[in-house]
């Protein structure tokens, strides 16, 4: 008999959402319980080995499923309540696979539609990636063991998992702290795609552990492993790469020079990673420190020409973000000068180190023309290089300024980040500014991009501040409505104000909302 999924026995208790009234769209877009590495400077080092899942693509079949799932979801009859209306829609494997997609954050949700899908559906079968993505959603969540029981369905299925499969797994269990149980997964793969398990899927087992901080564990494997997966430049970069991020740049520099002496030949690549490692976490206090950061750096481009090697766009865009941290205008300004004219090109994340630079350093009107001069070049501004600006503007009180600048985007079709968007709303609600502000609101929930509860906090005390205690109270109201709950002292401070202005009925219709919740 073949191996059947119990969605009885998937209680969720630990992590089961709880179902407020936000909108479809707010579980669709949010990725809140992703496990991701710690955010790294905005550049490329090394390529992407993450196996790729389908993404988010227009279905309105999809929107339709996942909406009504979500709406008339009863988190006590799993398969009684919103699955009975989806009897008679047609299932195919595209429409699965985005409906998972859209449900990747309700995970108790997704397993339902993915059990009913399989078992309800006469001659619809799931294919590896419908699997793939449910193996996704579920490690995301950390229940590992209905993991491995889709692995298992899927091999007495025939449905063979394949090193995609596997390498989606032991991602979720790296990035769970689960090493031990990620390396005996490696281990086992051979046993369900039965083929030999190749060098790639060794190299993304040591770039996994590396991205998610176990650079020492990486290298033990490495080391045990050097009889079966000879070691190349690629796997000695990874290594490099993972001792850096964990701020160790001298084991990075053995490595390095451990694969040198192997008769390996390091390319711009493996650089990179080194000099940014040397650069990124140094503290850059006054005088000697910074001067050897640099002084390392230099050498090592020095390194790289004399190797016949010449530094790319990311090598010099690494050292401008030193520059800028250590609050270093005029050499950035150098250095830009310098790479443009050896011919290499800036890209948006070089651009913005120089401005950030400039900003902090109070020279607005020279960031502005690095802003022009980028803009004149074809290369399109990010939000980020935006809030270079904004962080200036807004502790200078420079409401005309930030406005333009906002304008500016519009005008460059540069959509603003929520942090953007929540940035301008404080700023503009510190200086009176509310009928900017509610403009710049408006275009936020048009873009789609929010409002969060950062959002609506910043909004709310900015009224509290002008003492709009009646219009403080509509937004509490909305935010609450919007599956948000406010924090106490928000709470607090509008009651106050509510009993000053005489309003206890409106803090009385307030309250059965909140214990409505």
């Not at 073949?2 to 630990?14: E, H, I, M, Q, Y």
């Not at 989606?168 to 390396?183: C, D, E, N, V």
């Not at 910074?290 to 790319?312: H, S, V």
């Not at 109070?362 to 600006?389: H, K, Q, W, Y």
Request: net charge neutral; proline share 4%; with cysteine.
């Amino acid at each position: 008999m073949a191996f059947r999924l119990v969605p009885r026995c998937f209680l969720f208790t630990s992590f089961a959402p709880k179902f407020s009234k936000r909108s479809f769209s707010s579980y669709v877009s949010s990725d809140s319980i992703e496990l991701s590495p710690a955010n790294e400077l905005q550049l490329e080092f090394t390529e992407d080995l993450t196996p790729s899942l389908p993404s988010l693509k227009t279905s309105n079949d999809a929107n339709m499923v996942a909406k009504l799932l979500i709406e008339h979801h009863d988190p006590y009859h799993v398969m009684k309540s919103a699955l009975l209306h989806l009897n008679g829609i047609r299932i195919s494997s595209e429409l699965v696979q985005q409906t998972l997609v859209r449900l990747k954050n309700v995970p108790k949700i997704a397993l339902g539609f993915f059990v009913w899908a399989k078992e309800q559906q006469p001659g619809y079968r799931h294919d590896v990636v419908a699997y793939d993505m449910m193996i996704d959603i579920m490690g995301k969540v950390r229940e590992f063991d209905v993991a491995w029981q889709l692995i298992l369905e899927m091999d007495q299925l025939g449905i063979k998992p394949t090193s995609k499969t596997f390498g989606i797994l032991f991602r979720r269990l790296i990035a769970a702290g689960l090493t031990r149980q990620a390396i005996r997964a490696f281990d086992d793969m051979e046993r369900f795609i039965e083929t030999e398990t190749g060098r790639e899927d060794f190299v993304y087992l040591l770039d996994t552990l590396c991205k998610y901080g176990y650079a020492k564990l990486a290298t033990e494997i490495f080391n045990q492993r050097q009889f079966r997966f000879e070691p190349d430049t690629q796997m000695y970069t990874i290594l490099i790469s993972g001792w850096c991020k964990m701020n160790r740049p001298e084991m990075a520099e053995k490595f390095f020079r451990e694969m040198v002496d192997h008769g390996l030949e390091p390319n711009v690549v493996t650089y990179n990673v080194l000099l940014n490692g040397i650069c990124r976490r140094s503290v850059l206090s006054p005088g000697t420190r910074f001067e050897g950061i640099i002084q390392k750096a230099e050498n090592l481009l020095d390194e790289m020409q004399k190797r016949g090697i010449e530094p790319d766009v990311t090598s010099y865009s690494i050292v401008l973000h030193v520059y800028s941290r250590a609050h270093k205008p005029d050499l950035s300004l150098d250095k830009l000068s310098s790479m443009k004219e050896k011919g290499i090109c800036p890209t948006v994340a070089t651009y913005t180190s120089v401005i950030k630079c400039l900003c902090s350093c109070g020279r607005l009107e020279d960031a502005e023309e690095i802003l022009n001069e980028m803009v004149a070049n074809g290369v399109s501004p990010s939000p980020t290089t935006f809030d270079c600006f904004f962080k200036e503007f807004r502790a200078r009180k420079h409401a005309d300024n930030a406005f333009k600048l906002y304008k500016k985007m519009e005008d460059l079709s540069c959509t603003p980040s929520l942090y953007t968007y929540n940035t301008l709303i404080g700023a503009f609600s510190r200086l009176n500014k509310m009928e900017i502000v509610r403009e710049i609101w408006n275009d936020m929930k048009e873009n789609g991009a929010g409002p969060d509860s950062d959002s609506y906090t910043l909004l709310i005390h900015g009224l509290y501040e002008k003492q709009k205690w009646g219009e403080a109270c509509e937004f509490v109201v909305e935010m609450i409505e919007s599956g948000f709950h406010p924090q106490k002292i928000t709470l607090e401070t509008l009651y106050k104000g509510l009993i000053r202005a005489d309003m206890l009925t409106s803090w009385r219709r307030l309250k059965k909302k909140l214990e409505a919740v």
